[in-house]
């Protein structure tokens, strides 16, 4: 029986676009089938990057990638954010909502949203919680840690990578220099 994937993996262009873009999925999906013995080896020629300084992203169009203005943007008046899908946005609406029933959240992976177990799940074998930064969850030792010595609780950027007790027992610096005077 041949699948939707195999059908597109003639078609050199397809194949080359699906290997940049989606290149860990791309590789599970069609290279790691029977079929992909047989099927040729994508084109090997250099990968247009990224007219930006510094940016080694491919182009996706006018010359640039994603971040740097490539690519289709949302139709609504005066956004400037990459279309997702519908012409829009995910914050007008062009992103997929969570498939748990009664759920509104933006789904991350596999149809759910981070609260529901979207997003990557723990390297931990038999967990299956979401994975923070480190590749684990919280249990087993992802995300960011309070700097308050000994403290083990999770830190948040927005309290200045201090949990939130101890986010506001740290003492406020005077906000001019001088002591309040």
Known sequence: MTTPLDALSGDMEIVELLSTVF???????????????????PDTRPRKVCQTDGCHRTIVSKGSCIRHGGG??????KCDIGAKSNGVCW??????TCKWSDCTNHSKARGLCWT??????????????????GGHCWAHGGGKRCNQDGCQRPAYERNLNFCTIHSTQRPTPPSNGTGGD
């Open 23 to 41: 290149s860990e999925e791309y590789t599970r999906g069609v290279a790691a089938s029977a079929h992909a013995a047989a099927t040729p080896p």
């Open 72 to 77: 289709k943007r949302c139709q609504v008046d």
């Open 91 to 96: 914050k007008h609406g062009g992103s997929r």
């Open 116 to 133: 529901h177990g979207g997003g990557k799940p723990c390297a931990t074998p038999d967990c299956n919680r979401t994975s923070l930064q």
